[in-house]
């Protein structure tokens, strides 16, 4: 056999190597699209997750801008805005800017993109990981410095920021050793006719025989015992309870 024609493993072999050439062709145009793009289309589908930056400037709590100028901000975490009516909560904006300046200033970061890559302003959102592999969104909630903000479609880590949400809450971290002390505590009273739970004052307990209710100290509570928050009520609450 001193002759031996193009085997089928050579033209294989061709066909592997031109594929490759062709994926790493997508690959590299992909990873150098979205922060070049910036502000061009929002439906471009979102670079290799693997494309590294250097944060230049960190501008609150949530958010910063990379070496290249483009603003990216926190997805599914909300910092306490810089200005705000309540002095205490601006105090801590300060404290939440400078924990994340501490967390990424000069640092290498990468982005993870839900299926939404920007935000209602236009702004980059995404899950932000250091080279050390740290979630920066998880280090400001479990720090106390932010409040989950979590608006589908983009709910990966969904369940480990609020576990850790539930934790800097409960443990008065960062903001919530305040809002813990201002936020009234309230105490529920459920409807056992109407399966429907109150606050003590709402207009629609009245005339309702104290053999009907029940109390309870947290609406979670009521919830899980099977009672409906009252649309007033829960309105009410919206108002009272967040302080941003
Ligand atoms: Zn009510």
């Avoid at 072999?13 to 910036?38: Q, R």
């Avoid at 056992?192 to 739970?197: A, C, D, E, L, V």
Wanted: hydrophobic share 40%; net charge positive; glycine share 6%.
């Amino acid at each position: 056999m001193f002759h031996r024609p193009i085997s089928i493993d050579s033209v294989k072999i061709h066909k592997f190597i031109f594929k490759t050439i062709i994926v790493s062709a997508l690959w590299l145009t992909s990873g150098i699209s979205w922060l070049g793009a910036a502000g061009a289309d929002s439906a471009a589908q979102p670079a290799t997750p693997y494309e590294w930056h250097v944060v230049r400037e960190v501008l609150t709590g949530d958010s910063f801008k990379l070496d290249t100028g483009t603003q990216v901000t926190y997805s599914s975490i909300s910092a306490p805005p810089l200005q705000h009516a309540d002095p205490k909560v601006r105090e801590y904006a300060k404290k939440a800017l400078a924990f994340n300046q501490e967390l990424l200033l000069g640092k290498k970061i990468r982005v993870e993109f839900g299926s939404q890559i920007k935000n209602e302003d236009g702004v980059y959102q995404g899950f932000i990981y250091l080279e050390d592999g740290t979630l920066a969104n998880l280090r400001m909630i479990e720090a106390g410095y932010a409040k989950l903000r979590i608006i589908p479609p983009n709910l990966q880590h969904a369940k480990e920021l609020r576990y850790a949400s539930g934790h800097a809450r409960h443990d008065g971290k960062g903001l919530w050793e305040y809002e813990n002390k201002v936020v009234r505590r309230f105490i529920y009273m459920a409807d056992k006719m109407t399966r429907k739970f109150h606050f003590v004052g709402c207009r629609h307990l009245r005339g309702v025989s104290k053999a009907h209710l029940e109390k309870y100290e947290s609406s979670v509570d009521a919830k899980a015992a099977g009672f409906q928050f009252c649309a007033e009520c829960r309105h009410t609450y919206a108002q009272e309870t967040d302080l941003f």
